[in-house]
């Protein structure tokens, strides 16, 4: 029983991860605090695909179009394998004022 409500509740957590969607006039870390709340709550579900480089991955993805140069730079310059969700949070919160 535990099982089956573990899986439905990672099928349901994993939809709203896919959907996931930078809002209009949301603030960057008010977007980073949902994905870090959202990654959290699949990994309590044993989501054992989810690791620090596929959150910042997602986070470049759902970037609004301002953004574009500072993702492309991100993408190009940086290891996305050793940056953190907190310093790409960072770099964007720098930039957004």
């Given at each position: 029983?535990?099982?089956?409500v573990h899986r439905?509740?990672?099928?349901?957590?994993?939809?709203?991860?896919?959907?996931?969607?930078?809002?209009?006039?949301?603030?960057?870390?008010?977007?980073?605090?949902?994905?870090?709340?959202?990654?959290?709550?699949?990994?309590?579900?044993?989501?054992?695909?989810?690791?620090?480089?596929?959150?910042?991955?997602?986070?470049?993805?759902?970037m609004p179009k301002?953004?574009?140069?500072?993702?492309?730079?991100?993408?190009?310059?940086?290891?996305?394998?050793?940056?953190?969700?907190?310093?790409?949070?960072?770099?964007?919160?720098?930039?957004?004022?």
């Open positions: 029983w535990s099982d089956r439905a509740a990672l099928q349901r957590l994993r939809g709203e991860w896919e959907g996931l969607t930078f809002r209009p006039d949301e603030q960057v870390e008010d977007f980073a605090v949902r994905l870090t709340n959202l990654m959290e709550q699949m990994v309590r579900n044993d989501d054992t695909d989810l690791d620090e480089e596929r959150v910042v991955e997602k986070f470049l993805r759902c301002r953004y574009e140069q500072l993702v492309f730079s991100i993408e190009t310059l940086l290891d996305l394998e050793s940056l953190s969700i907190d310093d790409v949070t960072g770099r964007f919160k720098v930039v957004e004022k």
